[in-house]
């Protein structure tokens, strides 16, 4: 199965800030099936990109999705108050479908 | 908009079956796959498995021998059972829509596997 890598562990930014959020693959994701989902604290995880880079409904634009192959990244443009949380990327071109061991945005 | 709803024991003793439900509500069930996800306490997401509205499954290898779903569609709800559970199936079920990515989720439900 694909491994996903996600680093850093923890990343600390101040409001409005930008963050920049790594996932590697163990082999190449095929078609870049990859999404991010956002988790806060005693909440499911929420869809934020599939595809790689398409935009979920109602997910802000200051949320993009980048990357092919092994290596990924979503950028949060400007970091909001709600934006503190931990993020995860899964693939779902491979069987069977795995997730990141996530990143932690904290408030520095 | 489509919401889902896990529901089931909070506790289950060790090797025995644990059996969770998932309610679909505000639109059909049928014609999407449902998925059950688990996320021990602390830690990262588990992909368990998945269900077509037809009944057709596929399971993740590393929890096959032990998981079954099903749905009902006459009920809107598909289910979960995983059977000689260990404290390491101690978790957060959630239950989630989609063939590849997962939108919406459930709220989840915590399972305790103790004696």
């Known amino acids: 199965e694909i491994v996903l890598t996600q680093s850093p562990g923890t990343l600390s930014l101040s409001p409005g800030e930008r963050a920049t959020l790594s996932c590697r693959a163990s082999q190449s994701v095929p078609s870049n099936f990859l999404a991010w989902y956002q988790q806060k604290p005693g909440q499911a995880p929420r869809l934020l990109i599939y595809g790689a880079s398409s935009r979920a409904t109602g997910i802000p634009d200051r949320f993009s999705g980048s990357g092919s192959g092994t290596d990924f990244t979503v950028t949060i443009s400007r970091l909001e108050p709600e934006d503190f949380a931990v993020y995860y990327c899964?693939?779902?071109?491979?069987?069977?479908?795995?997730f990141g061991e996530g990143t932690k945005v904290e408030i520095k | 908009q489509v919401q889902l709803q896990e529901s089931g024991p909070g506790l289950v003793k060790p090797s025995e079956t644990l059996s969770l439900t998932c309610t679909v509500s505000?639109?059909?069930?049928?014609?999407?796959?449902y998925n059950w996800i688990r996320q021990p306490a602390g830690k990262g997401l588990e992909w368990i498995g998945r269900i077509y509205t037809s009944g057709d499954t596929n399971y993740n290898p590393s929890l096959k021998s032990r998981v079954t779903m099903s749905v009902d569609t006459s009920k809107n709800q598909f289910s979960l059972k995983v059977g000689s559970v260990t404290a390491a199936d101690t978790a957060i079920y959630y239950c989630?829509?989609?063939?590849?990515?997962?939108?919406?989720w459930g709220q989840g439900t915590l399972v305790t596997v103790s004696s």
């Open positions: 989630a829509r989609g063939s590849g990515w997962f939108d919406p």
């Open positions: 899964q693939q779902y071109g491979s069987f069977p479908g795995t």
């Open positions: 505000g639109g059909s069930i049928s014609g999407y796959f």
